[in-house]
């Protein structure tokens, strides 16, 4: 594929509910990042992958928030028991080979998974 | 802990005139340090990036971006702004050896013709 897919672009749910969000990074990417976007703020860290790891999963808000990558490609953020407060943009980036490894390392954007709430 | 800071939340500008947007950075040591546009509706794009070398950082697009050590800034310039380029523009850091990114809030510019 040409760039990051994200999937729901749109997904709506009522409060409790489980919901699902899914990547597709770029081929060949080993890195992969989750980030949040609330209204009026810039993205928010919430986990990064080197391969099938989780590497730093040090912004995931609470254990209601989980996130795997079982084949080192597509990843799915899982979100338990949504709360209202949970209605953000998701965002979904790769870069070829992390920050760490690579200085420089560019982050592809995918277009985002708007969470809504109610 | 890295932050950014961008004052301005939003400004407004004549096409045709110069363009700067401000960031600065809160980090014990140089970061890594970048400037992406956001687009209504599109994902982030990188314009430009410093990790190394010369402080003066060529972009796509026609934009700049220096950094400067003594005022923990990196600030985004154009020298002549086109319609196109209204958008929201975020700044963003990251640690040597991290691998996350931290952003800023973000500036909404907006392009008067």
């Known amino acids: 594929g040409a760039g990051v897919s994200q999937t729901p672009s749109n997904k709506v749910t009522e409060k409790g509910k489980y919901v699902e969000l899914r990547c597709d990074p770029i081929s060949g990417h080993t890195a992969l990042y989750w980030y949040r976007q609330s209204l009026g703020q810039g993205p928010e860290f919430l986990i990064y992958?080197?391969?099938?790891?989780?590497?730093?999963d040090s912004g995931l808000p609470n254990d209601r928030f989980f996130a795997v990558r079982p084949e080192g490609s597509v990843s799915t953020l899982k979100i338990q028991r949504t709360e209202r407060g949970d209605s953000a943009v998701y965002l979904c980036?790769?870069?070829?080979?992390?920050?760490?490894?690579?200085?420089?390392?560019?982050?592809?954007f995918g277009p985002g998974t708007r969470l809504t709430v109610l | 802990a890295q932050s950014v800071t961008q004052p301005d939340i939003h400004i407004t500008v004549s096409e045709g005139a110069s363009l700067e947007l401000r960031c600065n950075y809160s980090?014990?040591?140089?970061?890594?340090l970048f400037w992406y546009v956001q687009s209504p509706g599109q994902g982030l794009q990188l314009l430009l990036k410093?990790?190394?070398?010369?402080?003066l950082v060529q972009g796509i697009k026609g934009f700049e971006a220096e950094f400067k050590r003594s005022q923990s800034s990196f600030n985004l310039r154009k020298p002549s702004v086109h319609w196109s380029d209204a958008a929201e523009y975020f700044c963003?850091?990251?640690?040597?050896?991290?691998?996350?990114?931290?952003f800023g809030t973000g500036t909404r510019l907006q392009v008067f013709p």
């Open positions: 980036a790769s870069s070829l080979l992390g920050l760490a490894g690579a200085p420089g390392d560019e982050q592809f």
């Open positions: 992958f080197q391969g099938t790891g989780a590497a730093d």
């Open positions: 410093y990790f190394s070398g010369d402080t």
């Open positions: 963003a850091v990251g640690a040597p050896g991290t691998d996350k990114l931290i």
């Open positions: 980090y014990g040591a140089t970061p890594y």
